[in-house]
């Protein structure tokens, strides 16, 4: 008996032995995940603050454009964003609702270190982006005000002395033509550049019941050049320049049913007192004839980014300019006939200036960092309703 069995026993312990050894040969540990979330350079294991990051894998599998597609993915978070050119977001029950001139975000949306303050420029799309990090509130001893609901953070890809290049062509339904691309490369000593850019156009979602076209259809062009000076492991400069131009066709919302015009009718009623959608397909309602109903929405700015270490100290020093307009015409109605019509025009700028310095570079027990901010903000904003 044991001549017989011997052998088909020494078999399982074998594999056994061998499925041991190579899950010990493997390495299952978790990468170390680096955020700025206190900007600082941290382990985000460390880092007692509530956080979520988002590497430039999940960024792509994702497919994550602007902040509402972050917020998508983000718990305790929503995106309300019923118009292009309102921010729209919530954080921790905070919303952020800044479509006027004289009104704040509750979350904080910066972009490679520069706050972007305006409503009408915080949704619009990114790329190029190496990292985004999403902070729940409140945030306001780091970041100052406007930052009860936290902070989201785009960091895009900084310049680098290796020559390189990309594209990635994305095509899908709605007619959908989308293409990403960068080169980067040195310009000789001590100097390098990286030029980035995007375009993305698609048919609307929706469509006219009475016409069978789209609607609200959408185009995305921007650009952004960076160059980095790096004369010693000391000190660094970098430059960056960025432009967008954003377009998309406005739609009227779907009536439910019936619409009631808010003035009064005449005797009997008028036949445009009531209004009842055509079609019972959600994707399919009725809008106006006006050509000009949508969002125009271009962006230009620059920045100058400074990093000096001396010794144990140092020093960040950021100087940016941004400046938007925005054109929009709107149907508040949504019925065949344009009976209630908004125009507004918003024309910002923003000048930021933020300098700290710390002691993150020494192997003390105790850290610190002292700092500075200087916003000015111009805002213009004209709105007007012709019934």
Do not use: C
């Not at 088909?8 to 990468?31: G, H, M, W």
């Not at 590497?55 to 978070?77: K, M």
């Not at 990093?307 to 949504?334: H, I, N, P, R, V």
């Amino acid at each position: 008996m044991k001549k017989h069995y011997f052998p088909f026993a020494i078999v399982p312990a074998l594999v056994l032995t061998l499925a041991q050894n190579s899950y010990a040969a493997k390495d299952y540990r978790l990468e170390e995940v680096v955020v700025t979330a206190r900007k600082v350079t941290e382990n985000m294991q460390d880092v007692p603050v509530a956080v979520s990051s988002f590497s430039q894998e999940t960024i792509e599998a994702l497919n994550l454009h602007s902040a509402r597609d972050v917020l998508a993915f983000t718990p305790g978070a929503t995106a309300n964003v019923l118009i292009a050119d309102g921010s729209g977001l919530s954080l921790r029950g905070i919303a952020s609702g800044n479509r006027g001139a004289s009104e704040d975000a509750g979350l904080l949306i910066m972009k490679d270190n520069e706050v972007v303050s305006r409503g009408f420029m915080q949704n619009i799309p990114t790329f190029d982006i190496e990292r985004v990090e999403v902070l729940r509130g409140p945030q306001g001893t780091t970041y100052g005000r406007n930052a009860t609901a936290g902070v989201m953070h785009f960091m895009s890809y900084r310049p680098s002395e290796d020559f390189k290049g990309g594209l990635k062509i994305d095509t899908g339904n709605y007619n959908l033509r989308a293409t990403e691309g960068f080169v980067n490369g040195s310009l000789g000593d001590d100097v390098s550049a990286r030029l980035s850019g995007m375009f993305s156009k698609h048919d609307g979602y929706f469509e006219d019941a009475l016409t069978g076209e789209s609607i609200d259809d959408e185009e995305v062009t921007a650009l952004r050049g960076q160059v980095l000076f790096e004369p010693n492991e000391d000190l660094s400069l970098l430059f960056r320049t960025h432009w967008l131009d954003f377009h998309a066709d406005a739609f009227a919302p779907r009536k439910n049913n019936q619409l009631e015009i808010p003035f009064s009718a005449g005797p009997g009623g008028w036949p445009f007192v009531t209004y009842t959608e055509v079609s019972s397909d959600p994707w399919t309602i009725v809008t106006n004839d006006n050509e000009l109903d949508g969002y125009d929405i271009q962006v230009w700015g620059a920045s100058l980014e400074i990093q000096k270490s001396f010794g144990d100290l140092s020093l960040f020093s950021m100087t940016a300019y941004t400046t938007g307009e925005d054109e929009a015409q709107l149907d508040l109605l949504g019925t065949p006939i344009s009976f209630f019509v908004e125009s507004v025009s918003n024309n910002a700028e923003t000048w930021t200036q933020e300098i700290r310095l710390d002691n993150t570079n020494s192997n003390n027990r105790l850290d610190w960092m002292v700092g500075a901010f200087y916003l000015l903000e111009k805002h213009d904003r004209a709105a007007t309703s012709v019934l």
